[in-house]
């Protein structure tokens, strides 16, 4: 109720004050130049009337008005630094999981390094195996080549001592020692001896 009759109260005033302006400026256009100095002093009071009034008037408007505004401001500045409070508190975060990083980094090249060592002696050493196993086998399998080898030269060394004994023999054999192995022969497998 209050608030109404304020602005009743500033328009029943405002509403006087820009007739009396308007009307003098009115006056004084019809009356020509005969008023001189009072008109100017006339036009200077209505202007400080007017603006008086206005300022009387939009006072409390103004006022609320720049309050809030400033109010706006304040809130606005204050989620600023919020903000800005939660930004560097971000920052923060992220310089320390970087500088982390960076030891994580260290951390994963010195163990990717130790099992690159790790790997490459067990390959070495699963190489080593294999040449061994290989050595083995190429051992085993000369050696049975060397038996089989000694084997056959034995038996074309028995063979060939066979047959030189064989020429040896015929050669030193006799007609009579012919007739004579015959007869053994004959007498052995008809069962006389």
Not at 131 to 149: M, N, Q, V, Y
Request: net charge negative; with cysteine.
């Amino acid at each position: 109720m209050k608030l109404r009759t304020n602005v009743w109260l500033h328009h029943g005033l405002l509403v006087p004050a820009i007739c009396a302006a308007l009307s003098s400026e009115a006056w004084a256009a019809e009356t020509g130049d005969r008023w001189g100095p009072l008109l100017e002093i006339g036009r200077f009071t209505n202007l400080l009337l007017v603006a008086a009034v206005l300022v009387y008037v939009g006072r409390k408007p103004l006022a609320s008005f720049f309050a809030s505004r400033s109010q706006a401001i304040r809130e606005q500045l204050m989620e600023a630094q919020k903000a800005r409070l939660e930004a560097e508190a971000r920052l923060n975060e992220i310089n320390l999981r970087m500088s982390s990083l960076d030891d994580e980094l260290r951390q994963m090249r010195a163990a990717a390094e130790i099992e690159a060592r790790e790997e490459h002696e067990r390959l070495v050493a699963s190489a080593d195996r294999e040449a061994e196993k290989i050595l083995e086998r190429a051992r085993l399998e000369i050696e049975g080549l060397t038996r089989a080898a000694q084997l056959e030269l034995k038996a074309h060394v028995a063979e060939l001592s066979v047959q030189l004994a064989e020429g040896k023999i015929r050669d030193g054999m006799t007609v009579e020692d012919e007739r004579r192995l015959f007869a053994r022969f004959v007498d052995r497998v008809g069962g006389r001896e």
